[in-house]
C-alpha cells in the first residue's frame, strides 16, 4: 500500500484548502484508520485529524477542530483534508498515515503507523 498526499500551497489566513491523500496498491475499505500529521521544521510531528474508514467516524486536534473536516472520495481511493478558516499556525508539512487496525488509545502516535505518505507543504501567510 502506498500513500500520496497532495493539494498543498500558499493561501491568505482566513482563506480555505483542501488537501488529498490517494490510496494506491489497495483500497479504502481495507484500511482501519488514515490520519493526518503535520510538521514545521524544528518541531515533531504532530496530530490533526483521523477517520476511521470501517465505521466512519472522525476525530480532530482541539487547534484544528470545527475548522478542518475530513471526508472520503471511494471512487478516487482518496480521503481529503479539507481547511477552513486557516490560520499562519496550521503552516507545515502534511503528512497522511495509515493502519489496516485502529490504534486504541494511540492514534496520535507517530510509530503507531507503518504506511505513510510524502507530505505536501502549506503555508499560510499574508
Known amino acids: 500500500v502506498q500513500l500520496q498526499a497532495s493539494g498543498g500551497g500558499l493561501v491568505q489566513p482566513g482563506d480555505s484548502l483542501r488537501i488529498s491523500c490517494e490510496v494506491s496498491g489497495s483500497t479504502l475499505r481495507t484500511l482501519g484508520i488514515l490520519t493526518w500529521f503535520r510538521q514545521v521544521p524544528g518541531k515533531e510531528r504532530e496530530f490533526v485529524a483521523y477517520?476511521?474508514?470501517?465505521?466512519?467516524?472522525?476525530y480532530f486536534a482541539d487547534s484544528v477542530q470545527g475548522r478542518f473536516t475530513i471526508s472520503r472520495d471511494n471512487a478516487r481511493n482518496t480521503v481529503n483534508l479539507q481547511m477552513n478558516s486557516l490560520k499562519p499556525e496550521d503552516t507545515g508539512v502534511y503528512f497522511c498515515?495509515?493502519?489496516?487496525?485502529?490504534?486504541?488509545?494511540?492514534?496520535?502516535?507517530?510509530?503507531?503507523?507503518?504506511?505513510w505518505g510524502r507530505g505536501t507543504l502549506v503555508t499560510v501567510s499574508s
Open positions: 477517520l476511521r474508514l470501517g465505521l466512519g467516524r472522525t
Open positions: 498515515a495509515a493502519r489496516y487496525n485502529f490504534p486504541v488509545g494511540s492514534y496520535s502516535r507517530v510509530d503507531m503507523y507503518d504506511i
